[in-house]
């Protein structure tokens, strides 16, 4: 298995519609996760699959803080930091290494 590399990612079901804020030790599966509809919850039911926004960190403390600072940001702050790295909405599924 590999080891584990906290990140923080956001999700979203169209270009500024949905957003998901979630922290995880395997970017690649839990987005695999989310794009199959697993888990059931808020992905699930409001269609969140794409991937538009991440960002990896060393430790886990340091990915969590920066999750709930992130769940706290207005809604306008989320779309500036997507918009900031990722103009076009892009689904960052591709760029995710194994």
Partial sequence: M???QPAVYIMANR??????V????????????HREGLGGGFTKRYG????????RHLD???AIAREKQLKKWTRAW??????TAN?????????LQD
């Fill in 2 to 4: 590999a080891p584990k």
């Fill in 15 to 20: 270009e500024r519609g949905t957003l998901y």
């Fill in 22 to 33: 979630g922290v995880t030790g395997n970017l690649k599966f839990r987005v695999w996760q």
């Fill in 48 to 55: 969140v699959k794409q991937l538009v926004w991440f960002e």
């Fill in 60 to 62: 886990f403390p340091s």
């Fill in 78 to 83: 989320k779309l500036e930091l997507i918009e």
């Fill in 87 to 95: 103009p076009t909405w892009r689904d960052l599924w591709d760029n």
